[in-house]
């Protein structure tokens, strides 16, 4: 195994022929014009008319149903929450139907008893599919359906309650250990899907919002809170939009934007103070990922601001459908507990191809352990028969107050991390040298200062 440790001086450049114009973003403008957010007629069906009070503790389930088929048979619309405190269990939206909170102080509060979320609904679980509780907010096989508005929507979640179900590493009673291994195995030894039933007694927790196999979507303005765990998930989605989000939720697994297996996504001007990564990209874990076979595929990230989280943009680890033409521009990170700006991580178990990834334009105030990080020993590391692959990785033009190191890349003698580089960049406060192992990571015209 071949490894570097590349050492910084007061003042450092580093030159390469390599160009920094990358044509690749040429593409951006075509993307762009693919994703149109979706239009509802000018319909509204207030939740209060069929029956939903606003009181904190009424069940609205029923009378937010109401309102959402009532919309739908009448061709689309928007189903409004007015004022007030709604408490719901599982909302399934239809075609044609915006979910919309009126009002600041417009607030969906989600049960947090299990039973609020059955029947089980076909889902993923961590990028393995599965029947397991209905995401708190769930649509599957939609055409033109939003979630929009100034209001709140809020998990509830908790440690005596779904955060509690996540548990220490060899937890027992009341976790989801058991029943997360169970379903990896399944998953590894290809148990036919309809055979991996999970519920009650299992402690998978489920999603916040999961929009499977939707096309035109729209989650534009709330705010979201305590989730149980990832909170946005467009899954095998077509054509969608994540614009002006506010995300604070704190937990394990609290990613706050996991598109998955999408292609033409649009993620703009949210802000993002999660437990885990801020921005995760994926495409389904190891046998489910390669057997469904559909990669991410052409993703924008612009004007958003990250704060705590493991990753302002990550790409896996359940990535083995593969990964590529993501473009991450003009963005703001910056936490004591930020780990890193840009993540690629995944294994010889999980495997995948990660390529055309750019990222530029992006200021950096304090990271926690590097700026760029691409861990292909990541969990089982080397164990596994898959390869995995990151090839070219630009960034350009990152500014950065504060890091530990600039780079954090692992890779082995049978994965491939290449083309990756690094343009007209500056690095402050640098304290330790990078780690670079078999890799091909190369920084061009860069600014580099250690700490005094």
């Given at each position: 195994m071949k490894t570097a440790l590349i050492l910084f001086l007061p003042m450092m450049f580093l030159v390469s022929p390599i160009q920094a114009d990358q044509p690749e973003w040429q593409q951006v403008p075509k993307i762009l014009k693919r994703i149109v957010a979706p239009k509802f007629p000018a319909h509204d069906f207030d939740i209060t008319q069929s029956g939903a009070v606003g009181d904190g503790t009424?069940?609205?389930?029923?009378?937010?149903?109401?309102?959402?088929?009532?919309?739908?048979?009448?061709?689309?619309?928007?189903?409004?929450?007015?004022?007030?405190?709604?408490?719901?269990?599982?909302?399934?939206?239809?075609?044609?139907?915006?979910?919309?909170?009126?009002?600041?102080?417009?607030?969906?509060?989600?049960?947090?008893?299990?039973?609020?979320?059955?029947?089980?609904?076909?889902?993923?679980?961590?990028?393995?599919?599965?029947?397991?509780?209905?995401?708190?907010?769930?649509?599957?096989?939609?055409?033109?359906?939003?979630?929009?508005?100034?209001?709140?929507?809020?998990?509830?979640?908790?440690?005596?309650?779904?955060?509690?179900?996540?548990?220490?590493?060899?937890?027992?009673?009341?976790?989801?250990?058991?029943?997360?291994?169970?379903?990896?195995?399944?998953?590894?030894?290809?148990?036919?899907?309809d055979q991996r039933r999970f519920g009650n007694g299992d402690y998978l927790r489920p999603n916040f919002i999961q929009f499977q196999r939707c096309e035109k979507v729209l989650i534009e303005g709330v705010k979201i809170r305590r989730s149980p765990m990832w909170e946005i998930h467009p899954l095998l989605c077509t054509n969608v939009t994540v614009r002006g989000v506010d995300i604070f939720s704190h937990g394990a697994n609290n990613d706050g934007c996991d598109p998955e297996s999408c292609r033409d996504v649009l993620i703009?001007?949210?802000?993002?103070?999660?437990?885990?990564?801020?921005?995760?990209?994926?495409?389904?874990?190891?046998?489910?990922?390669?057997?469904?076979?559909?990669?991410?595929?052409n993703l924008i990230i612009r004007d958003c601001t990250m704060r705590d989280g493991h990753a302002g943009t990550a790409i896996g680890s359940e990535i083995s459908g593969s990964c590529s033409n993501v473009f991450v521009e003009n963005c703001e990170m910056s936490s004591p507990n930020l780990i890193c700006a840009l993540r690629l991580k995944s294994n010889a178990m999980r495997g995948g191809v990660l390529q055309n990834i750019f990222m530029r334009n992006i200021k950096v105030g304090l990271v926690k352990d590097s700026v760029l990080q691409i861990d292909f020993l990541y969990e089982e590391g080397a164990k596994g028969e898959q390869r995995p692959v990151a090839r070219n990785v630009v960034m350009d033009h990152v500014s950065v107050a504060q890091t530990p190191r600039v780079l954090n890349v692992r890779g082995f003698p049978a994965s491939e991390i290449s083309g990756v580089r690094i343009y007209n960049s500056t690095f402050k406060q640098i304290k330790k040298p990078d780690q670079i192992i078999e890799a091909d990571v190369k920084l061009v015209d860069c600014k580099l200062e250690s700490a005094k």
């Open positions: 009424t069940d609205c389930t029923a009378a937010i149903a109401k309102a959402i088929d009532a919309c739908a048979e009448a061709g689309g619309g928007r189903v409004v929450v007015p004022a007030g405190e709604f408490l719901t269990g599982a909302i399934h939206l239809k075609s044609n139907v915006n979910l919309h909170l009126a009002a600041t102080n417009s607030v969906l509060k989600f049960n947090t008893h299990p039973d609020a979320y059955l029947p089980a609904v076909f889902t993923r679980f961590e990028g393995i599919e599965c029947w397991n509780y209905s995401p708190l907010i769930f649509a599957v096989g939609q055409k033109n359906v939003a979630v929009t508005g100034a209001g709140t929507l809020d998990g509830q979640a908790d440690d005596s309650t779904w955060l509690a179900w996540k548990g220490r590493k060899g937890g027992g009673e009341k976790t989801q250990t058991v029943a997360r291994k169970r379903l990896d195995d399944m998953n590894n030894q290809n148990v036919p899907v703009e001007k949210c802000i993002f103070d999660t437990g885990d990564d801020c921005i995760a990209i994926k495409s389904g874990r190891n046998n489910d990922g390669r057997r469904v076979g559909i990669p991410s595929v």
